[in-house]
């Protein structure tokens, strides 16, 4: 096998080869000096209109983000214990080359006290028209294995506790062409989908209380659940106990920003899921894209 040796100059500390998704491993190629990463750490931040305008712009008239007075929030979640025994580290992080927009993501690691585990959730990866294709997008899929790393720290959890990183993806549909472009990017990097036949997962309504009060309740959107199991991506089976606990850390999450009756609709959604030894199949995340 040929070692192929890669100049430092060429990463940024912050990128590293082994956090890499297994198809993502082409982002070493490239030579990243022109890039700068950085975290934007309130509302106030001069990048905190920047990197939610960009995101605003992309997903708001979908329903697909938040509103920005819940990720102001969620800017001040840096690992600590919550009052739901949960510790949660949220993070916006903005990509810029030459001081002009490359990319933004953003993600929160979510460590259960009673557990030995980190489970982040993959909010969005945006990344501007003429960076497509570089590979920036990978290295934006590995950054969330340190938060999850610093999150595990921060509640003294051992560092070889598992990682699964998770993405809510929108069901394949042939006639929408965005979706299938997202679903192939996450399948050749080596996500996985976990079987829709088998859970039928709800994300919460991301409109604001009088929205959603206006509209008579919520609304929570039908998704599908993505996983990269960090060290297990080989693995195409999962079991009930292991699902239920990626999407009770989820909805631990949104509760932390979003009101319980708001929430009910979802958490009942578990009770229909399959029993905790049930063994369910990881799919490609294609599957239905004819």
Same mark, same amino acid.
């Given at each position: 096998?040929?070692?192929?040796?890669?100049?430092?100059?060429?990463?940024?500390?912050?990128? @590293?080869?082994?956090? *890499?998704? +297994?198809?993502?491993?082409?982002?070493?190629?490239r030579d990243w000096s022109d890039v700068e990463l950085s975290r934007v750490e309130s509302a106030d931040d001069p990048g905190f209109d920047i990197a939610f305008g960009a995101l605003w712009a992309e997903f708001?008239?979908?329903?697909?983000i938040e509103q920005a007075a819940v990720l102001s929030r969620r800017l001040r979640w840096h690992g600590q214990l919550q009052e739901n025994g949960y510790g949660l580290r949220y993070r916006l992080m903005l990509v810029t080359s030459g001081g002009k927009f490359v990319a933004v993501r953003d993600h929160t690691a979510i460590v259960p006290k009673d557990e030995d585990a980190a489970y982040v959730h993959l909010s969005h990866n945006l990344v501007s028209p003429e960076w497509r294709r570089t590979g920036i997008a990978g290295w934006l899929r590995a950054l969330p294995?340190?938060?999850?790393?610093?999150?595990?720290?921060?509640?003294?959890? +051992?560092? =070889?506790?598992? @990682?699964?990183?998770?993405?809510?993806?929108?069901?394949?549909?042939p006639t929408v062409e965005a979706t299938a472009i997202r679903l192939g990017a996450y399948e050749k990097a080596g996500y996985l989908k976990v079987d829709p036949d088998? @859970?039928?997962?709800?994300?919460?309504?991301?409109? =604001?209380?009088?929205? @959603?009060?206006?509209?008579?309740?919520?609304?929570?959107? +039908?998704?599908? *659940?993505?996983?990269?199991?960090?060290?297990?991506? =080989?693995?195409?089976?999962?079991?009930?106990?292991?699902?239920? =606990?990626?999407?009770?850390?989820?909805?631990?999450?949104?509760?932390?920003?979003?009101?319980?009756?708001?929430m009910a609709e979802v958490w009942k959604t578990l009770d229909s899921y399959p029993g905790d030894d049930e063994i369910i199949d990881l799919v490609s995340p294609t599957r239905g894209i004819s």
């Open positions: 096998m040929r070692c192929i040796v890669f100049p430092e100059r060429m990463l940024k500390p912050w990128m @590293i080869p082994g956090d *890499l998704a +297994p198809g993502d491993r082409k982002c070493l190629e708001g008239a979908k329903g697909e294995v340190q938060t999850a790393r610093h999150g595990l720290a921060a509640l003294n959890k +051992p560092e =070889s506790s598992p @990682i699964t990183l998770i993405a809510e993806m929108e069901y394949p549909d088998r @859970i039928s997962y709800l994300q919460p309504d991301f409109g =604001s209380p009088d929205q @959603i009060d206006f509209a008579g309740g919520p609304r929570p959107l +039908p998704l599908t *659940l993505m996983v990269r199991r960090v060290g297990r991506e =080989s693995e195409r089976q999962i079991t009930g106990r292991e699902v239920k =606990s990626i999407v009770t850390a989820l909805y631990k999450m949104y509760e932390g920003t979003f009101r319980a009756r708001d």
